[in-house]
Structure formats: structure tokens, C-alpha cells
């Protein structure tokens, strides 16, 4: 397959089939049926019988390497495929904000809508949709010598990665001369085929420094550049929390938190040094003494937002809370934050679903326990695929307020910031907040100003959760709901059954009497 490049400067360098041939082209593989034996079965009878399907077996296995060596080529193919896809979305994307005459900040947010856009096709988190659409533009445009050999199979598409990685860190080297880049790019380009990208990665590393040994310093400032705190929730209550920081600081802080764990250890210490060093180590990100780890891992002091089963909270049941951002957590951790909790703040959920219970609408100011029972109800951005808590989101009317829109949670959704941006970002608003001129909207006299700004459209659906509008057209709706009704124990469950229907029945009410009465 020949992939054209320089898409986005107006014609390909090189001539080739067009994308839809392309496509057309990308063909899985056939194999015949599978002979007897192949699946396992005993191979039984005459001698000569058994020496049959042994070649039989022996030719499927064969045809199966052969196979998935077409398989692997293929996935390469589609690989470059998609890498010419994306750069011509992107180009597509800067040519619009170009013709609409876009500004600086009008550019950003294009940028951002057209990312969100390859993340949601590609349901990927938006963070990798960035990182994909960057490789692919530098390596449609930059890098034909890795590009035209991924798209003919020859390596795969995290060899292909590794190759750009190699490269952009020697071009990005001030007064390296372009000639050199790509020497050495077609010498990469070689040693990547036939070998793992572990392999390669290693070999290319002691290639790059024999090379280019100068490099090294202006890799390490551009890559301290990129340190970063991640957070990625787990299961079973934990989550992750990683830090990529220079190797210096991360070594000294290693070794802090294993003296100061160590100092923990004692005969009545029953915690693995594992274990120590993790509670030192959050201890002192919370702004707590080291001290406040002896007594088990740190409760935090920071604001988060615990929802908790009233059930469960007394004691009553063992149903799990729901911590924002990481998910279920035990019934018992969730009265230990609650005991330690300087205040609470009430959200009403149905008994029976969990969902929470709607609120009443108000002035255009959100109440705070409407913004309670609006976290509680979101849980994260709305914006397809983003995992951004409500702690860091804003709440926006679906309907603008100056439009009729209500204060209430059928016109209100959470939306971060950057897709708060992409929402409005139709509406022409400038960063202060008046709306500009939109072309879309009629020049006085009734002459047409002509096209408007594209954008993201949420729209509230029956479940309580908008589904968006992409500006291409495609119609996500809201992701399904997780709600589960609370865990009721047997014996409070019974009086449910028999008071079903009730006006004036309290499930917290008989739970407690039951609870108070034996």
C-alpha cells in the first residue's frame, strides 16, 4: 500500500492509490476448513490413517503461521491507513479555522473539538486521542521512510512509534540538520525489521547516543518538561497514583519514605515495609506528619465527595459507598471518612433504585445542594468518554439562561472546562463572556453572512444524562447508568414487601425501630 504524505499542504508527494482504493484493498486473509485432528481430537485408526492426519495437522499448522504473518501485515497496512486518516482530519480541521477566519483562541478550542472528535470515533480516552493525532501528523508529514514502510508491512505500528520517538528526538536537537534526521531514520527504519520493539528500542537507544551524544541534554530538559501526576482508579476500593518526575527527585523521595518507614518498624508493627512506605508517602502528600501513618494509612483531610447508603452508614447493611472518581468503596471505610467528616451534606436517593432524588428549581445561581445532588447524579463530565470528576468540572445550562433556560437538573449538566469550551465554542464567546458576531445568524437586511462556526451539542435525553452532537454529525447518547438499588438486609427487606405501597412508609423509620427494638 502506498500512503500519500504532505496531505495538509495540498497534493501528496507521492502518487498512489486513493484512500477509498486503499480501504478497498485491506483484505483478511482465508483459510479452508479445518482437517480432522486439528482441534485436538485423537488421531485414531490405521497406521496409514494416522500418518494422514498427522500431515493434515501438520499443514494446518503451517497455514496458520502463514496466516498470521498476512494478519500481522495487515494490521501494519491498517495501521498506515489509519495514520493518513487522522492527518487529513486534523488538516481538515485547520483548514476550516482558517476560512473562518478564526483567531488564536478560536484556534485552540477548534483543536480541542477536533480531538475530541478522534477520541469519541475512536472511543479512546481524549489524553491518547492527542497523542495518536501528534504522532500521526508527524509521521504523514515528516517521516515518509517509517510511514511507507508500516504500510508495507514490514514492522508493526509500535515499531513505527519507537522509530518516531528516536527520530523527533534527535530533529528536535537545535541546528541538527535535516539530512542528518533522515539518514538516520532510514537506518533506523532497517534495524526495526524482524526484531521485538523491546530489541529494537534498546539497540536504537545505544545507536542514538553513538550518533548524537550531544543530544542528550536537550532530551532530558524536554522531557522533564512532561512531568505529570496520574491518577487511575483500580478495583476493590484502591486506586493508582503515579508520579513521572526527574529521576533525581523520584530516587530522594523513594529513599525518604523508606527511612522514615523503616523507623515504623517494630515488633508490634504488623505492616510489610511495602505497605509503610506507601502510608509515609501519603501521609506527607495529604500535609500530614509521618507520624499520622502509624495508625494505619492516612484518612484524607481534603475535600472529596463520599456517597454513602444511609443503610450503610448505620450499620444496618454493608451495601458499598461510592467515592468520586475511584468508584465502590467497603461500608467500612465509608464510616471511617464519615466519623472523621467536620459536616455532611444531605442528597436523597430513591429507596428503591439509588438514583438520586430530583430537586427543585431555583433563581440561575445553583444552590449548593442542588451542586451535591448534580455530582452525585454525573459522577464525571458528561462529555462522551471523559473521566473528569464533578469535583473539577462546572455546571452549565443546556439552555441558556438569557434563552428561557431553568436552574434545574433537566437543564443542567457537568462539564470540564475544556469541554465547557467546546460546547460554547459555537456560540462565538469571546473569552470575557459577550457573545461575537456569529456569520451564521443574518446580517441585517436579510442577506445571509454566511457559514457559522461548528461545534459540540449536548442535548438532555429521558435519563436525566445529555447525549452530545459531534460537529460531524454523529449523535452520542449518554452512557448507561450504574445505579444500583441499596443492599437492604433480610429482615428489613421483609417489611418492605409487606409495606410496599404505604403513603406514609420510612424504610429509615422501620429500620430503626426493628434495629432499636431487637
Known amino acids: 500500500m502506498s500512503v500519500p504524505v504532505g496531505t495538509s499542504g495540498g497534493a501528496a508527494t507521492t502518487a498512489g492509490p486513493t484512500m477509498a482504493e486503499q480501504l478497498a484493498a485491506l483484505r483478511l486473509p482465508t483459510l479452508p476448513p479445518a482437517a480432522p485432528g486439528t482441534r485436538g481430537e485423537a488421531l485414531a485408526g490405521t497406521l496409514d490413517g494416522t500418518r494422514g492426519a498427522l500431515g493434515a495437522v501438520r499443514a494446518d499448522y ?60 475512536l472511543c479512546i480516552p481524549e489524553r491518547s486521542a492527542s497523542n495518536l493525532r501528534a504522532q500521526c501528523v508527524a ?115 523513594w529513599n525518604h519514605a523508606t527511612a522514615a518507614a523503616r523507623a515504623l518498624q517494630g515488633p508490634a508493627e504488623p505492616r510489610t515495609l511495602a505497605q509503610l512506605r506507601l502510608d509515609v508517602a501519603a501521609a506527607l502528600l495529604l500535609g500530614q506528619e509521618t507520624a499520622d501513618a502509624k495508625a494505619g494509612h492516612p484518612a484524607p483531610r481534603a475535600q472529596i465527595l463520599l456517597t454513602v447508603p444511609i443503610l450503610s452508614l448505620l450499620g444496618v447493611s454493608d451495601g458499598p459507598a461510592e467515592l468520586e472518581g ?19 451534606q444531605r442528597l436523597l436517593t430513591d429507596p428503591h433504585s439509588g438514583e438520586p432524588v430530583a430537586l427543585s428549581p431555583g433563581t440561575y445561581r445553583v444552590s449548593e445542594a442542588m451542586r451535591a445532588w448534580l455530582r452525585a447524579r454525573d459522577r464525571t463530565c458528561t462529555f462522551p468518554g471523559c473521566t473528569t470528576v464533578t469535583a473539577d468540572t462546572q455546571l452549565d445550562h443546556l439552555l441558556a439562561w438569557e434563552h428561557g433556560g431553568k436552574t434545574r437538573e433537566d437543564n443542567l449538566a457537568s462539564e470540564c472546562p475544556k469541554h465547557h469550551l467546546v460546547k460554547h465554542h459555537k456560540d462565538g464567546k469571546t473569552r470575557t463572556g459577550p457573545t461575537k458576531t456569529n456569520p451564521q445568524k443574518t446580517k441585517q437586511g436579510g442577506a445571509p453572512a454566511g457559514p457559522g462556526i461548528r461545534g459540540w451539542t449536548p442535548q438532555m435525553t429521558e435519563t436525566g444524562r445529555p447525549g452530545w452532537t459531534s460537529p460531524a454529525g454523529r449523535y452520542y447518547p449518554p452512557e448507561p447508568t450504574d445505579a444500583t438499588p441499596p443492599d437492604y438486609p433480610h429482615w428489613l427487606q421483609d417489611g418492605i414487601s409487606r409495606r410496599k405501597g404505604a403513603t406514609d412508609y420510612s424504610i429509615l423509620e422501620h429500620a430503626l425501630t426493628v434495629r432499636l427494638t431487637g
Open 62 to 121: 503451517a497455514a496458520c503461521v502463514d496466516a498470521l504473518a498476512e494478519v500481522a501485515a495487515l494490521e501494519a497496512r491498517v495501521a498506515a491507513c489509519k495514520a493518513a486518516l487522522i492527518d487529513r482530519l486534523a488538516a481538515a480541521g485547520t483548514s476550516e479555522a482558517q476560512a473562518l477566519g478564526f483567531d488564536t483562541r478560536q484556534q485552540g478550542i477548534g483543536d480541542a473539538s477536533t480531538t475530541a472528535e478522534l477520541a469519541t470515533v
Open 139 to 253: 509521521l504523514v508529514r515528516e517521516h515518509p521512510h517509517t510511514l511507507h514502510a508500516l504500510g508495507a508491512g514490514r514492522f508493526s505500528w509500535q515499531h513505527a512509534l519507537a522509530i518516531l520517538d528516536q527520530a523527533l528526538s534527535v530533529q528536535n536537537v537545535p541546528d541538527m540538520p535535516r539530512d542528518v534526521v533522515d539518514a538516520f531514520e532510514r537506518d533506523l527504519v532497517e534495524a526495526a525489521c524482524g526484531v521485538t520493539v523491546s530489541k529494537f528500542t534498546a539497540a536504537a537507544n545505544r545507536r542514538r547516543e553513538r550518533l548524537h551524544p550531544g543530544s542528550i541534554q536537550t532530551r532530558a530538559a524536554a522531557a522533564r518538561a512532561g512531568r505529570c501526576l496520574d491518577l487511575q482508579p483500580g478495583r476493590d476500593g484502591m486506586s493508582y497514583l503515579g508520579l513521572y518526575l526527574p529521576a533525581e527527585t523520584a530516587q530522594a523521595v
Open 326 to 344: 475511584c468508584g465502590p468503596v467497603p461500608a467500612s471505610i465509608a464510616r471511617r471518612l464519615a466519623a472523621q467528616a467536620p459536616s455532611f
